[in-house]
């Protein structure tokens, strides 16, 4: 039995050496697919050269052969433009490089590989990357034919249809990693791209363009950086017989992209007589690596208005986490026709506010509309979870709707403009079961309406009006920073974990400016809060006879020097515009570092210490 398996398995050896020849360089391999006899192809067998090896590949695909293998030849496939055929299954080796001739990709049209009115094609390449030269394209003389529009994609596919694309990474593009736009045929029908990486490209991940019947599977769309948009995915037709039918992207990670990470732009030239939009985008990530880095929107659509086609656009089980603006926006004249719905989705630690709703206008249609089902907020910086921005108002009542639960322990709310807009969206505090902490002393917790007024508009803002009769009676030392650390006691727990302690962890804590209340500078809150700065004490200062003046905080404060308390000034909710003194005694360090922390509280409206804060002397 031994003897006659080694025998089979030597037959069957040679069978497939006869049947398949090696790599290299091959004549009559190539004739023996010419005249149909091999329908497997190696590309190599027309030539391989390592500088420029178009001819080799080209002359594969243009072949008889259904399958083309690009195998690893232990240098890069440098090639110039590459056209595809249909009725193709194209395969790179593990380890291929297929790498863009430098010099060369300076028409428009000119991408690493495409493909116009073919159909029935296969390209897959677990382990090869398809790379072009990014950085040059981004330099004459390419900008001189269009770099700025974006152009030189890595896979481009124009009205193409039973189309699978497996395993391809694609970096460094002058313009999109994959392209599906129009051809001659009309839109890119049934196509898959799965297990995809596209990655550094000039302006999209991918831009779908014209396509019905879209699969985006288990692809990762990242560091799109150059010209805009730069998202991860770009849905934007640019005429109204252009479709988004049935385009289904799932378990896709959208990452580090400049732009947005999800970008739908139906354009205005879409009407009634275009087809129903068909977007699902399921189990998805929108996210940059460190919170608030940059970046633009996670889930972004802009809606065409009154006159826009039907349809559904779904966001289902969804993340966008450490977005530069919001984590989900729906923007444009109005819903009209098109609903928007967020199902199960959550928005994390977005720089911006995480939702954002810009429409011009109520809908007359009341056929579309804006839907928030069972959706989340989780962040931490005080400011409205939810920020509806209209023109002049109006009921929208049937254009947004939904809940949505807000995990923030500065409270929940939504910031409306006019304050007179009607909604049908409720936003819950979670933490708190829709109420207001209550915290020490009748103080109570909460972000309020937006006040952005600047405390140098308040009359009598100027040092010499604040300070100017202290110095018949003290002489002046230094100024403290403007510019110190902070941080929200919602909990008015900061006593009792001494965040006046020399040696806490403030690492978390906010910047913040002195000589302005704490609202405009993000923290639209009413509460107790915390200041922490370091400064040093000139060795010649007379101790015993140092003071600190606060031109003014609003409303009351509690000061700390290295770590022990000094004073406060409390005047039951008055006096938020008076300057007070605190002797600093022996709680100072002369001729070195010391550590001021002021508690400080905010009844209503602005709050902070909102004046600037000095070092004197008693005069003598």
């Not at 129903?276 to 690596?289: G, K």
């Not at 720089?351 to 989780?378: H, I």
Request: charged share 25%.
């Amino acid at each position: 039995m031994k003897r006659s398996l080694v025998l089979i398995a030597i037959m069957t050896t040679c069978c497939w050496a006869n049947a398949f020849p090696g790599k290299g360089r091959n004549p009559g391999a190539v004739a023996q697919v010419s005249a149909g006899e091999l329908t497997v192809a190696n590309a190599s067998w027309w030539g391989f050269d390592s500088e420029d090896a178009t001819a080799a590949l080209q002359g594969a695909i243009d072949s008889k052969a259904k399958t083309v293998i690009v195998p690893y030849m232990g240098k890069p496939w440098i090639v110039r433009p590459i056209k595809l055929r249909g009725n193709l299954e194209l395969v790179f080796e593990p380890g291929v490089l297929v790498l863009a001739k430098k010099d060369e990709f300076k028409g428009t049209e000119d991408s690493l590989l495409s493909a116009s009115g073919q159909s029935d094609m296969i390209i897959r390449g677990y382990g090869a990357v398809l790379r072009m030269r990014k950085k040059d394209y981004q330099h004459p003389p390419y900008q001189e034919v269009g770099q700025e529009l974006g152009y030189r994609h890595g896979l481009r596919l124009w009205g193409c249809k039973r189309v699978v694309a497996e395993g391809l990474r694609i970096e460094s593009s002058g313009g999109d990693g994959i392209y599906l736009g129009s051809g001659p045929r009309g839109a890119c029908e049934d196509v898959v791209i799965r297990d995809c990486i596209s990655h550094d490209n000039h302006r999209q991940g991918i831009s779908v363009i014209d396509a019905r019947n879209l699969l985006l599977e288990n692809c990762v769309f990242s560091g799109t950086d150059g010209v805009g948009p730069s998202a991860g995915i770009d849905f934007e037709p640019n005429f109204p017989q252009q479709q988004l039918v049935n385009c289904v992207v799932r378990n896709c990670i959208f990452e580090n992209n400049s732009g947005h990470g999800i970008f739908v732009r139906p354009p205005d030239t879409f009407n009634r007589k275009s087809e129903p939009i068909s977007i699902r985008i399921e189990n998805c990530v929108v996210r940059m690596d460190k919170s608030r880095m940059g970046g633009d929107g996670g889930m972004v659509v802009r809606v065409p208005g009154d006159d826009s086609p039907s349809g559904l656009i779904e966001f289902i089980n969804c993340t966008s986490e450490n977005t530069g603006y919001g984590g989900a926006k729906v923007y444009g004249p109005s819903t009209g026709n098109l609903k928007v719905r967020f199902v199960n989705c959550r928005w994390k630690n977005s720089r911006g506010t995480p939702v954002e709703l810009d429409l011009t206008r109520p809908s007359t249609k009341k056929a579309g509309g804006v839907e928030f089902v069972n959706c989340t907020v989780y962040d931490t910086k005080a400011g409205p979870a939810v920020q509806l921005r209209t023109d002049k108002g109006g009921d929208y009542s049937h254009d947004i709707q939904g809940v949505i639960a807000v995990h923030n322990k500065t409270g929940a709310w939504m910031k409306l403009k006019p304050e007179s807009v009607k909604l049908n969206l409720r936003v819950i505090d979670a933490i708190n079961k829709g109420q207001a902490a209550q915290l020490s002393a009748g103080v109570f917790g909460r972000t309020m309406g937006p006040l952005t007024r600047s405390a140098k508009d308040q009359p009598g803002y100027d040092d010499e009006s604040t300070f100017g009769d202290l110095w018949q009676t003290h002489d002046f030392i230094a100024d403290l920073p403007k510019t110190w650390s902070f941080k929200l006691d919602f909990k008015d727990e900061g006593q009792k974990q001494k965040w006046h302690a020399v040696d806490i962890d403030d690492a978390d804590w906010m910047p913040i400016h002195i000589g302005e209340w704490w609202e405009p500078q993000g923290n639209q809150y009413d509460g107790i809060a915390w200041y922490r700065v370091n400064f040093n004490v000139p060795a010649d200062a007379p101790g015993p006879r140092l003071i600190l003046t606060f031109g003014a905080v609003d409303t009351s404060a509690w000061i700390y020097l290295n770590g022990k308390n000094v004073g406060e000034f409390n005047q039951d909710g008055k006096g938020w515009e008076k300057r007070f003194e605190v002797a600093i005694g022996d709680a100072v360090k002369i001729g070195t570092n010391n550590l001021l922390a002021v508690r400080v509280w905010d009844i209503s409206r602005y709050g902070g210490i909102w004046k600037s804060v000095k070092l004197a002397e008693a005069k003598e």
